[in-house]
Every structure is written in structure tokens, then in C-alpha cells.
């Protein structure tokens, strides 16, 4: 979808920076601020919510779009502080180059560990990498259409692009293939709150909540996995 998409630079509204695909007239993040929404809906209500959940000092996630790396930044950042061992998988057809990430000024958010974000952005594709003590990622150079994950996981971060643009991602198919990819009372999380999307996830059989969006955006979902079909 991005192959040979001009791709650029500009800074949200909370200061972070993020990306504009022009020829899409699509943006990797809000541009009410790209740090504020991936707190808020992935750190927030995602990782923080399992944690505050569960007792497990390890715990996996899936990540679709690695997109700027910025939530498995903030999701390493967030392991340390929570004294959690995670292991983290990124799926990205995509992967972004050398010469826009290293413009992102994104390692500017961890002050004790200012290389982070290089480090997680130059670690090797298609095999576990271990960052620190407290994280391992995995990136995938892959479309999740057709790549197959032989692995369960507690959380998945939906972070494809919206709807609207990138309508293959969101199908029921893809839904069903996320449920199946979680343990049971995992979690989906995602920014979108599409009235299909929650009927989707509902026919998976997760139980779905509308919960209150990041600044810009009325809504967001989250799900948790039940093991009820309907």
C-alpha cells in the first residue's frame, strides 16, 4: 500500500512528530498529537489495563503496523517501569526507512535510555531480538492477510491504517483471525470505533466496550476475548 508513497514529516499538536502519507490523505497518527493517542489508547487502555488485570510478571504482544515504532517504544519505556518481561511482535509489509526514522523525535520521550528508540529501529528483522531485560521484539516484514502466527498472545494493538483507507484490514475474516491469535480474556485494542468493527468483534466473540478517545476522537475500542460465539 506505502511502496513508492511519498511520506512526510510534520509535528502534532502535542509536539511529537508523526507521518502524512499525501497521496492517501492518511496520517500514521492524529494529528491532535501522536504521543497522546498511543498512550491513551495503547499504553492506557491497553497494556495498563492487562496489568492491572492480571498478576503475570510476563506478558506477549502483537502488534499490527509497526508503522514509526512509536508504541513499542512507549510499550518498552512503560515494561521498565512496571518491572514486566514482554515480548513483543510487529507485523509490517512496509517498513520505513533509515532516512525518516532517525528524523522522528521520538527519543526524546525515555531520558534515561535516549538510545531506545534507534535501538528498537535498527534491531534485526524476522527474528527475536532482546532489548533489555524487560523487553524482546520481533519484527515481521509481512501482510497480515496472509502471514500465519503460530503464537498466542495476551494483547493485540490494532494499528492499521483507518478504514476508510486500508478497508482489507478491518473485514470480518481479519477480525475472526485476531480473536483466534489471543489467549482467552486477551485483549484487542484499537483507535477505530466503527460501527462494523464493534459488530465484528461482538460475532468473534469478544465482549466489546466503547471507551472515551484520545484528544480529537469521541471513541475507541477495546475488546476481551470470552470465548462466546455469536
Known amino acids: 500500500m506505502l511502496k513508492n508513497k511519498p511520506i512526510e514529516l510534520f509535528t502534532t499538536e502535542d509536539g511529537s512528530h508523526s507521518l502524512r502519507?499525501?497521496?492517501?490523505?492518511?496520517?500514521?497518527h492524529s494529528s491532535h498529537g501522536a504521543?497522546?493517542?498511543?498512550n491513551h489508547v495503547f499504553i492506557k487502555n491497553g497494556l495498563s489495563y492487562w496489568v492491572n488485570k492480571?498478576?503475570?510478571n510476563e506478558l506477549s504482544i502483537f502488534e499490527v503496523g509497526y508503522g514509526t515504532g512509536l508504541n513499542a517504544?512507549?510499550?518498552a519505556i512503560r515494561a521498565k517501569e512496571l518491572n514486566?518481561?514482554?515480548f513483543y511482535q510487529s507485523i509490517e509489509l512496509y517498513p520505513l526507512p533509515d532516512e525518516i526514522t532517525s528524523q522522528l523525535n521520538y527519543s526524546t520521550l525515555n531520558a534515561s535510555e535516549p538510545k531506545l528508540?534507534?535501538?528498537?529501529?535498527s534491531s534485526a528483522w524476522e527474528k527475536p531480538v532482546v532489548i533489555n531485560n524487560h523487553f524482546t521484539i520481533h519484527k515481521k516484514q509481512a501482510s497480515f492477510l496472509h502471514y500465519e502466527v503460530n503464537y498466542l498472545f495476551d494483547i493485540i494493538y490494532f494499528d492499521a491504517f483507518a478504514p476508510s483507507k486500508q478497508p482489507e484490514m478491518w473485514k470480518y475474516s481479519i477480525i475472526e483471525k485476531c480473536y483466534h491469535l489471543l489467549k482467552p480474556n486477551g485483549i484487542f485494542v484499537t483507535y477505530s470505533a466503527k460501527?462494523?468493527?464493534k459488530r465484528d468483534l461482538k460475532k468473534a466473540g469478544f465482549i466489546v466496550e466503547s471507551?472515551?478517545?484520545?484528544?480529537?476522537?469521541?471513541e475507541m475500542v477495546r475488546a476481551v476475548k470470552t470465548g462466546i460465539r455469536i
Request: cysteine-free.
Open 117 to 121: 528508540f534507534n535501538l528498537l529501529h
Open 35 to 38: 504521543l497522546q493517542e498511543s
Open 195 to 197: 460501527g462494523q468493527l
Open 21 to 28: 502519507v499525501s497521496d492517501l490523505d492518511e496520517t500514521y
Open 73 to 75: 517504544l512507549l510499550t
Open 84 to 86: 514486566k518481561n514482554i
Open 211 to 218: 471507551l472515551p478517545g484520545p484528544p480529537g476522537k469521541f
Open 54 to 56: 492480571n498478576q503475570s
